[in-house]
């Protein structure tokens, strides 16, 4: 499993960004996917998680209404629209897998000035 998020950056407060996850692994149109933040200082956490056919199963209650998750299997990707962001979400985002996540990669900064 070999899992490279990208799409991060610095934006201010308010503006929005795009974050896409590239999988190479096996049967991924039939695994769910996540995405998971991870702020200094703190746990890990899921941000927002979707089925192998595009259903979404989990939405952060800090980030309902301003996220959208969403999956292209024909390109094996998973990304994570970010609009109005808040400095709170500046934080290191990854992708994985919706359960018993593994193989963490180096994830993608995300930096939101105030």
């Known amino acids: 499993v070999q899992l490279q998020a990208s799409g991060g950056g610095l934006v201010q407060a308010g503006g929005s960004l795009r974050l896409s996850c590239s999988a190479s692994?096996?049967?991924?149109?039939?695994?769910?996917m996540g995405w998971y933040r991870q702020a200094p200082g703190n746990q890990r956490e899921l941000v927002a998680g979707i089925t192998g056919t595009g259903d979404i199963i989990y939405v952060h209650g800090a980030v309902k209404g301003r996220f959208i998750i969403s999956r292209d299997n024909a390109k094996n990707t998973v990304d994570l629209q970010m609009n109005d962001l808040k400095p709170e979400d500046t934080a290191v985002y990854y992708c994985?897998?919706?359960?018993?996540?593994?193989?963490w990669g180096q994830g993608t900064q995300v930096t939101v000035s105030s």
């Open positions: 692994m096996r049967n991924f149109k039939i695994i769910a």
């Open positions: 994985n897998m919706y359960v018993q996540p593994r193989n």
